[in-house]
């Protein structure tokens, strides 16, 4: 969770009208600790954003299993006993199944998209082995974004972000942001 939480953050940082805008969904909710939960579960654009975060930078980028029993699978005999991976790292870039999958555009959760797959995101896994902790990591996520953007501004200190893609993706070098308390700023007044 502490790696996808940086991501996003990046990616908070990068793209400034999406911090706006998921600010404005979240300046004033979970105010009270009993409704925070309902609150967050309501919160689309912040659910938008989480999903984009982890197409675009998986914490796990593969899964990998092994075969049981001997497959045929588009054409290829796979016998059993050979570990296969899928890799939805690579899976969540391909514009196949996402339009510019370069881009982070969390709008595109919102949207209705003929060309998506099911399996085209996964991030937790699926089936019987998936992430057991998914529901906890992304409440964990998505409860620490809303606290973070309802006092602060979020800006990342570097140029780009370097990602080492192994068991599981991280930065190559520690983050480094900047929070501006949003209570200390003056009011951004816009005309109509």
């Not at 899964?63 to 899976?91: E, N």
């Amino acid at each position: 969770t502490g790696h996808s939480l940086a991501f996003l953050l990046y990616q908070l940082s990068k793209n400034q009208h999406v911090q706006e805008k998921l600010y404005a969904e979240v300046k004033d909710f979970g105010q009270s600790p009993e409704t925070l939960s309902a609150d967050i579960r309501s919160m689309s654009y912040l659910r938008s954003v989480i999903k984009e975060t982890l197409r675009i930078t998986p914490v796990v980028p593969s899964l990998g299993r092994f075969i049981t029993k001997d497959i045929q699978c588009s054409g290829y005999q796979i016998p059993a006993g050979t570990m296969v991976s899928l890799h939805h790292g690579w899976t969540g870039k391909q514009k196949k199944y996402f339009d510019n999958p370069e881009d982070f555009r969390p709008e595109r959760w919102l949207e209705k998209r003929p060309n998506y797959h099911p399996y085209s995101f996964l991030p937790f896994g699926f089936g019987a082995r998936a992430c057991v902790g998914q529901r906890i990591a992304l409440q964990e996520l998505s409860l620490a974004v809303v606290r973070i953007l309802q006092r602060y501004e979020v800006t990342f200190l570097y140029e780009d972000l370097q990602i080492e893609y192994n068991i599981v993706s991280k930065p190559t070098v520690k983050l480094s942001f900047k929070f501006t308390d949003r209570l200390s700023k003056p009011s951004r007044v816009s005309a109509s």
